[in-house]
Each structure stands twice: as structure tokens, then as C-alpha cells.
Antibody, heavy 119, light 106 residues
Framework: EVQLVESGGGLVQPGGSLRLSCAASGFTFSSYDMHWVRQGIGKGLEWVSAVGTSGTTHYAGSVNGRFTISRENAENSLYLQMNSLRAGDTAVYYC?????????????WGQGTLVTVSS | SYELTQPLSVSVALGQTARITCGGINIGRKNVHWYQQKPGQAPVLVIYRDSNRPSGIPERFSGSNSGNTATLTISRAQAGDEADYYCQVWDSNTGVFGGGTKLTVL
């Protein structure tokens, strides 16, 4: 059974940092592009960042320079280091996986972890 | 940056056919994916690459894509199909989602 389990969310003050983790199981993690997608409360889905199987990374303009995505294939884990957090970053953060992002979309999703940026 | 436009809401009578559109410039040249999201749950991929169904997705779900519009069609709509639906493409190494459509089954 495929599982993606996010952790690390919580309450953080504006300007603070947080590191999200996503533990994967039930599929060949190293063969999948991995992504973070977020959803503000009552809002739509917003793609945040991706890391390919070769380690290539991509970011949405809204987080570029503040967030860093990484993966550790030996541990079947995905990470998102979030710095200089803003109120607008408040959202549920989902990790998602795809065998071929352009052709197959986001095939697997975790249940999400809530990040709240507030003083 | 590329933009996708969806209607805010679509209503369909029980057992009838619902069509949810996704507009974008020359979207017919892109691979469009569709997700279903029910309240409090993570999104689920229901159509990939315009018209392909992942395993476990009912045949009632179908998709098409041409010109400037992609369409998700749900035949014989059921109460359980009531959800938010999002289209998505991968453009210039960036994920792009439509704003989402709330499907109401009457």
C-alpha cells in the first residue's frame, strides 16, 4: 500500500523557520518526482516545489529563495525547509509523488500537515 | 505565467452528466490532469494526460482536451461525486492548478 506521511507542521511566528518531512512507503521512492503542494484554508491548490529523480529542483515564484526542497532516497524521505515565513504561507502542505510529472500528474498524495504563520 | 480558468461551481442532477471545463491558452497542446477533493481529504487523481483513468477510478469519469479548453465529464453523477475538482498542467517546470470547481449533485 502506498503511503505518504507528512510531519513537522505547526505554529510559527512571521519570519521564522520550519522543516517539513514526508515519509514514503509502498513504492520505489527513488524513481518518483516528488512535490510539495499547499492549500490555504478554504482556498485552492497551489504547487510549491518539486525535486526530480536526479535531484533537480524547481520552485514557485512565491517561495523561491525562501524554501528549499530536498530528498533522501536511502531514507525514502522528502523535506521542505521553509525560512522567512509569512502569513501568506499559512496552509495545509501536501507531499505528492509522480512517476512522470508532465505525463502522469500527481499520482500519490499524503494527508497533509498544517502550517500556521502567526504572531 | 500560464493560467487555468475553471468555473466556480457546476450543478448536476442525480444520474445526469456533469461537465467541468478548464480554459487555458492552447491548452490542447498540454497534458491536463484532473483531481477530485472531498472536504477534509487529500486530492485524488481522477484523470491524467487529458483522458486516462488511473486504476480504481470509475469509467464514469472521462476527459477531453482540445484548443483552449479541457473538459472533465462525469456520467451518471452520484451523490458521492460531490466534491471540488481541479485541473492541472506542468508548464515551464512549474505546476499550475486551476482555481477549482465545486460540483453539486442535486
Amino acid at each position: 500500500e502506498v503511503q505518504l506521511v507528512e510531519s513537522g507542521g505547526g505554529l510559527v511566528q512571521p519570519g521564522g523557520s520550519l522543516r517539513l518531512s514526508c515519509a514514503a512507503s509502498g513504492f520505489t521512492f527513488s524513481s518518483y518526482d516528488m512535490h510539495w503542494v499547499r492549500q490555504g484554508i478554504g482556498k485552492g491548490l497551489e504547487w510549491v516545489s518539486a525535486v526530480g529523480t536526479s535531484g533537480t529542483t524547481h520552485y514557485a515564484g512565491s517561495v523561491n529563495g525562501r524554501f528549499t526542497i530536498s530528498r533522501e532516497n536511502a531514507e525514502n524521505s522528502l523535506y521542505l525547509q521553509m525560512n522567512s515565513l509569512r502569513a501568506g504561507d499559512t496552509a495545509v502542505y501536501y507531499c505528492a509523488g509522480s512517476l512522470d510529472t508532465a505525463m502522469r500528474g500527481f499520482e500519490y498524495w499524503g494527508q497533509g500537515t498544517l502550517v500556521t504563520v502567526s504572531s | 505565467s500560464y493560467e487555468l480558468t475553471q468555473p466556480l461551481s457546476v450543478s448536476v442532477a442525480l444520474g445526469q452528466t456533469a461537465r467541468i471545463t478548464c480554459g487555458g491558452i492552447n491548452i490542447g497542446r498540454k497534458n491536463v490532469h484532473w483531481y477530485q477533493q472531498k472536504p477534509g481529504q487529500a486530492p485524488v487523481l481522477v484523470i491524467y494526460r487529458d483522458s486516462n483513468r488511473p486504476s480504481g477510478i470509475p469509467e464514469r469519469f472521462s476527459g477531453s482536451n482540445s484548443g483552449n479548453t479541457a473538459t472533465l465529464t462525469i456520467s451518471r453523477a452520484q451523490a458521492g461525486d460531490e466534491a471540488d475538482y481541479y485541473c492541472q498542467v506542468w508548464d515551464s517546470n512549474t505546476g499550475v492548478f486551476g482555481g477549482g470547481t465545486k460540483l453539486t449533485v442535486l
